[in-house]
Structures are given as C-alpha cells and as structure tokens.
C-alpha cells in the first residue's frame, strides 16, 4: 500500500487526504493545533456557533461540481445576502459593492457622476490604484476602495498592489441592479447543520492517521521525510497545505501575508444587522476594522442574542497570500521547485486566494490523476 503524508487537516488537507483514502492509500495526517479543521472548523462561543472568518461556500456556476460533492456530505442551503458599507462622511449606509442609487445620496454626486462620465474608454492598468480610478473615477475609489483596501492587505500605497488586482471586481465596479451579492451566475451556500462543515473533516479523515499537536520542524524533499516533535516519518507522496517557502527553508526569502485578528462580540439585541445583511464594511481611513459579520445570518442560530465579530488586519498570522507581482514571482519559483510526488495545495500551498469550491475542484481533479 502505497503512503501518502499530509501537511495540514484544514479544507484543503482534509480534501486531498479523502481522495487519497479513496483510492486506497494509507494517509497521515498531520497537524500543530489540537483538533481538525483549521479556520473552517466551527466553534462556539456563549453558544454561538462561528468560523474564524465567514465560510460561506461561494463560487461561479462552473464549479457546481464543487457544490454537488459537499452537498452529499453536508446540506446546504443558499443564501441571499447583502453587504453593507459605512459611508463615514454622510453617517450614511450603502451597499457593497457599490450601488448607482447610493451614489445619488452622496453630497458630491454630481462630481462623481462626472468623473463616471468622463472615464476613459479603455484604461489600462498596472496596478490595483489605476485599475479603480479607471472604473469609478477618483472620489469614489477614495470613498470604497482606497483606504479599505490599504488596511486590508497592510499597504503604504494601492500602488504597490501589481498583481490579479483584476479579481477584486466582485461584480460590476459600480452596481446598477440588484444589491444582493452575485443574484445571478454563482452559487452562495451555507451548511444546514449548525455545527456547520464540522462533519466535512469527520468523513474526510475518516481512515486516515491523524496526528495532532505536531509541530514540524523539517521537510527532507529529497528523502520524502518529515521531521516532527513526535518523531519522523517517511512517504511516496507529500502534500503539503502550508507555506511553499517553508518545505525550503526560506531558502530565497521568506513569503508575505496578511492576517486578521477577531475580536467576537455578543450583544443583547435578537439581531444586529439588517435582513439579509451578513457584512459591514468599514472602507473609512480612521478606521481600523475592516469588516463586522453576523454569523446567525450564515447559521441561523436561535437566540435573543447576537454574536458579531470584527475583523482588524494585522501581520502576527498568515491567512491572505497578498497581489504582489514579486512575491507571487517567489512563491511560483518555490512551488516549481519542489520534486515529483511533493505537492503545495490550497490557499497558503498556491500562495493564490483560492475557496472552499475551488479547493474541491482542485481535489476532484487530483484524485483523476491517482
């Protein structure tokens, strides 16, 4: 029987370690922490279920797929949703993505309107700064994007963004239709059951050897060997979820990222937030919070109370691979570097801000290669 190692039990390790046992390989499973799941694990706090970060499943209809294979491990529901942004200089809320009707409300409408009018007609961009003032013009990439975005990825300057700064378009650079996020082309889900994908890791790993606590502290890419506080191990094949950088040593520099700390608060109110309105944005300079969620929207947890979180960017983890032309030139070089039967996957493993569908679809496909 052939043996596999796999670094990480979060979505992404959890999945390939499933197609491995499927096609009935002997899996380990490694991981630091001391239960299985990572981010999209729920947890709970005062009774309140929530992820570390809203894992709603999000994705276009083309990984529909994706969808139908989580869907018979896991009910799912769709979910409409709105998102909110505060508009600090009219103590106004608007929608976001940003909304034509909202624009109205504004008190340099007319301005904005005219900058809208006199955009050019193809504008070619280098960088995330350009890409938006080329679509909105610059009073609203200022009111939306500019200082939100400068918090979110820790920058100096929306400049320094040079890479799939293209992605950041969820939809329409300015909506004109319906407020809810992707009515139409993409698939919004949540788990039925409110423990939320916790079952996900329960028949993922099913089989498999999973090792907590572990920490590794090396990765012999030429042997197939990890070595951990809990002893070594040897496979044919290794795949690994953490950090490209990392299986070398940071032999050529070590990888940016960007990471959140959660601060969840629960309020004596039944609910927060609008109907239907998961998130608030907060794209303000003075400001350091970047996003509150409502997780009962998501779970539809029953009580008089409400849990939110608020979401402050910070350096201390690695959550968000960032859109730097260089650094993603780094990860790249990393990535094909590694020898045959080693794999990086997932959102640290690509060093790409990839989702739970397209891990699925990247699974789907690995286990055709078995």
Request: hydrophobic share 35%; proline share 5%.
């Amino acid at each position: 029987m052939k043996k596999a190692i796999v670094i990480g039990s979060g979505f992404s390790g959890s999945m390939f370690a499933m197609m491995l046992k499927q096609k009935n390989w002997d899996v380990k499973v490694f991981d630091k922490a001391n239960i299985a799941g990572g981010g999209v694990r729920t947890y709970y706090h005062g009774g309140h279920p929530f992820t570390f970060g809203p894992r709603h499943f999000i994705g276009p209809e083309s990984n529909m797929p994706a969808f139908e294979f989580l869907n018979k491990i896991i009910p799912m529901r769709h979910i409409k949703k709105m998102n909110y942004s505060y508009q600090q200089k009219e103590d106004l809320f608007a929608s976001y993505p940003m909304h034509i009707d909202d624009v109205k409300k504004f008190s340099d409408s007319a301005k904005i309107f005219e900058e809208l009018d006199n955009l050019p007609k193809e504008s070619q961009s280098t960088n995330f700064e350009e890409f938006w003032i080329g679509r909105v013009g610059k009073t609203l990439y200022e009111r939306f994007n500019k200082f939100y975005n400068l918090k979110a990825w820790q920058l100096k300057s929306n400049t320094t963004m040079n890479f799939g700064f293209e992605a950041t378009v969820k939809r329409k650079p300015l909506e004109t239709g319906s407020r809810y996020e992707f009515p139409t082309g993409h698939i919004n889900a949540y788990p039925i059951p409110h423990d939320g994908y916790n079952k996900f890791f329960d028949v993922s790993l099913d089989g498999c050897e999973v090792i907590l606590n572990c920490s590794i502290e090396k990765v012999d890419l030429d042997k197939k060997k990890i070595i951990t506080n809990k002893g070594e191990f040897a496979a044919d094949l290794i795949i690994s979820t953490t950090s490209p950088d990392f299986l070398f040593e940071n032999c050529w520099g070590e990888l940016k990222y960007v990471g959140r700390d959660f601060f969840k608060i629960v309020l004596p109110t039944e609910h927060v937030l609008p109907k239907d309105v998961y998130f608030l944005y907060y794209p303000n300079e003075n400001e350091q919070q970047t996003r509150v969620t409502e997780f009962k929207k998501f779970t539809l947890h029953k009580s008089p109370n409400s849990l939110i979180t608020l979401e402050v960017p910070s350096m201390k983890n690695k959550l968000y691979p960032t859109m730097i032309k260089k650094e993603v030139e780094l990860a790249e070089k990393y990535i094909s570097s590694l020898p045959q039967d080693i794999m990086s996957v997932g959102r640290m493993g690509t060093y790409r801000y990839v989702d739970i569908d397209d891990i699925i679809m990247q699974g789907l496909e690995f286990s055709k290669s078995l």
